[in-house]
């Protein structure tokens, strides 16, 4: 089958949805067109559906861009988390009780993992100018039984690496980067992802880059990447040498049936990873659009004293997975103005889980709060955030900027 022609029937189909005239302003638009499409098309025809060729390639690829020597596909943002804390513990750099500091304002796939693996995730507050970790209190949340300390890069904005960075050598501590909403994200013309002895990241349709679901693991030592790999995949063997092998009680056993730890199966397939072959081409240009729209609409809503717009520090490169605003004046509730824009069709979310140890699911688990959580109670309680993806123009932009001028007006 010529996919050339293929992928011409398949444009004027796609241009046919007309999928990019939306009346209704989303948070998030998984933003590909007919090439993503024919890429999954190939991975059918070609029988490569579950985790192959395409993902290695994906792999490598991903691990280039960002600029860490190795790299592991699975199925999500959360796994990710998940697969590299269990392959810490595998290597003996963790253990059940061992403390990791976060960030109280984050999503709650930063913390869920930490629990599950016996691990206690150490809160301190965030700062309220950016919403990432305040760097600033890292060093008063320290204790013995620390051993990591973990930066979000919260809507694609970068924490601020050089503190963490000093604080970890000065300590001997592990960093362990999330950047799940932060594809493409710098700090001093670094990527963030780099900057640290690990990171997560998630594909899922939301964010910049997208697979529809899925995620990936980059490290930088081999015995770490190692046991991702085969924790990731029922904790089989790896990197075997012949068709057989043998243990204390397995002799001359199938070694793609030896298993060696205690494993997961969270592998990304081929047809994920054709999706983001395509995705991670676009990603620069992608990237650039949301920063361009952030920045028209700072310009829009900075007329407005009612509310403070979070902007990127000095050499940061902001990924602008979300638009941010907090609630300057107090004499309206953040759900009255949600409720407006939500008439006016414009999507708002929460900045993620607010503050993580007041959820639900989680105020009554084993952690520590280091120091009080008043900028994430504040976030909590007046802040959201709105959509500033590639597929928005400038007259969804003045949708919004208007929207905003009706309800203060």
Not at 34 to 53: R, Y
Not at 178 to 185: L, M, P
Not at 340 to 368: V, W
């Amino acid at each position: 089958m010529n996919l050339k022609k293929v992928e011409s029937l398949i444009l004027k189909e796609f241009n046919k949805k007309n999928h990019f005239n939306f009346k209704r302003i989303n948070v998030a638009f998984p933003y590909f067109n007919q090439k993503e499409i024919v890429a999954v098309l190939d991975s059918l025809l070609n029988l490569q559906i579950s985790q192959g060729e395409k993902t290695r390639y994906f792999e490598s690829k991903f691990a280039k861009y960002i600029n860490m020597p190795f790299a592991s596909a699975v199925n999500s943002g959360s796994s990710a988390n998940l697969i590299a804390l269990a392959a810490l513990i595998d290597l003996g750099k963790l253990k059940e009780g061992d403390e990791i500091i976060v960030p109280s304002t984050t999503f709650a796939t930063v913390v869920s993992p930490i629990y599950q693996l016996g691990l206690v995730p150490v809160y301190v507050d965030v700062e309220y100018e950016n919403i990432n970790i305040d760097t600033s209190k890292i060093e008063n949340a320290i204790s013995k039984k620390t051993k990591i300390i973990m930066p979000v890069h919260t809507l694609g904005f970068p924490a601020e690496m050089d503190t963490i960075k000093r604080i970890a050598r000065k300590y001997n501590l592990l960093i362990f980067e999330d950047c799940c909403e932060a594809h493409g994200a710098k700090y001093k013309n670094k990527y963030v992802g780099s900057l640290g002895d690990v990171s997560t990241w998630s594909f899922f349709v939301a964010h910049n880059l997208t697979t529809g679901e899925g995620g990936m693991i980059l490290s930088k030592n081999k015995n770490l990447h190692n046991s991702i790999k085969s924790i990731r995949e029922f904790g089989r063997l790896i990197n075997y040498r012949s068709r057989f092998s043998s243990s204390n009680k397995m002799k001359d056993f199938d070694s793609r049936y030896m298993f060696m730890k205690k494993g997961y199966n969270v592998r990304l397939t081929d047809i994920a990873s054709a999706i983001g072959i395509e995705q991670l081409k676009k990603l620069n240009s992608i990237n650039v659009k949301r920063r361009k729209n952030a920045k028209y609409l700072s310009n829009l809503l900075s007329e407005f004293k009612e509310i403070y717009i979070p902007k990127p520090k000095k050499d940061h490169t902001c990924a602008y997975y979300g638009f941010p605003i907090i609630l300057n004046d107090k004499s309206f509730s953040r759900k009255y103005l949600c409720n407006f824009l939500e008439k006016n069709n414009i999507e708002t979310r929460s900045i993620m889980g607010g503050c993580l140890p007041d959820q639900p699911a989680f105020y009554k688990q084993t952690h520590r709060i280091s120091g009080n959580l008043n900028t994430s109670r504040s976030i909590k309680n007046n802040a959201f955030f709105i959509g500033i993806h590639a597929a928005l123009e400038k007259e969804h932009l003045d949708k919004i900027y208007f929207a905003f001028k009706a309800f203060f007006r």
